[in-house]
C-alpha cells in the first residue's frame, strides 16, 4: 500500500429529485477504494476554473465511471447522442493537464473509453448479455498485467458498460493487456506508461475485483512504496 497519495478523482453529474439542481457526484465506493489505496481523495469538480491547479496537486488521478460518453474530443456528437455533457469537456482537459503536468491516470470503465477516445480511438457498442451488470472471465495478454487482479479467481471481472474497445477502435500508441472472450479490450496502457485503463469497476462489489496496486505503480510509476 502508498502512503498517504493525494488522488484526484473525476466526479458525475447528477440531479436533485425534487428540484432542479445539478450536482457533482461521486459513489462511496469510490472513496472506500481510495482510503484502501492508502490514499486523500481530492475531487475534480465539474464547474471549475482553476482545476488544473488542483491537478497539480496530486499524485495520481482517477478518471470514474458511471454515464456514456457524448462527444469526441474534438465536440462531434457520438453516435445516438442528442445533448453534449460538460463533462465529457473537463474529462478531455484534464486530460491535457495531466500530460502537460505528467500526471499518471487511472481511467476506470467510462474513464477509459475516454481516454480511448483521446488517443484517437473509437467505440463500439457490445452484446448487454455479456457485458452489461454481468461478471465474465477475461484473458491476460501482456505479463506486465499477470498479477493486475486481486481475486482468487484471476480470470473473472465485473461489467457494467454498452460500449468497448477493440483492437481495431483502439487508439495510437496504446497496448491491450487483458482482453474478454469476445476480445475487447478490459485493460490497457500507453506506450510510455502514464495512461492506464481497466473496463471492469474494481471498487465495486465489496472490492471482489479490485486491483493490485503494486502493478499500477510499476506500470506508472506513481510514487516509491514505503
Not at 473473472?156 to 475487447?184: C, Q, W
Request: aromatic share 6%; net charge positive.
Amino acid at each position: 500500500m502508498l502512503d498517504s497519495l493525494i488522488i484526484g478523482v473525476t466526479t458525475r453529474i447528477t440531479s436533485a429529485t425534487n428540484y432542479i439542481e445539478q450536482r457533482d457526484s461521486i459513489s462511496h465506493d469510490m472513496l472506500e477504494y481510495i482510503k484502501m489505496l492508502g490514499g486523500i481523495p481530492l475531487l475534480l469538480p465539474n464547474v471549475c476554473e482553476k482545476r488544473s491547479e488542483l491537478i497539480k496537486i496530486c499524485d495520481l488521478i482517477i478518471l470514474s465511471g458511471g454515464d456514456d460518453i457524448t462527444h469526441l474530443p474534438n465536440g462531434t456528437l457520438l453516435e445516438r447522442t442528442v445533448k453534449k455533457n460538460i463533462r465529457d469537456k473537463v474529462e478531455y482537459s484534464v486530460l491535457d493537464t495531466c500530460l502537460s503536468e505528467k500526471k499518471p491516470v487511472m481511467a476506470i470503465c467510462r474513464g477509459m473509453q475516454l481516454v480511448n477516445l483521446w488517443f484517437g480511438g473509437s467505440l463500439k457498442i457490445v452484446d448487454e448479455e455479456l457485458h452489461v451488470n454481468k461478471k465474465h472471465s477475461v484473458k491476460i495478454l501482456n505479463n506486465e498485467f499477470s498479477d493486475l487482479l486481486n481475486t482468487k479467481r484471476k480470470n473473472m471481472v465485473n461489467s457494467y458498460h454498452r460500449y468497448a474497445i477493440f483492437k481495431e477502435t483502439l487508439g495510437k500508441n496504446l497496448i491491450p493487456g487483458i482482453v474478454a472472450s469476445d476480445n475487447s479490450i478490459e485493460a490497457f496502457v500507453d506506450i510510455n506508461r502514464k495512461f492506464f485503463g481497466v473496463m471492469w469497476h474494481p471498487e465495486r462489489d465489496d472490492g471482489k475485483f479490485s486491483i493490485n496496486f503494486n502493478v499500477i505503480n510499476k506500470l506508472l510509476n506513481i510514487r516509491s512504496i514505503k
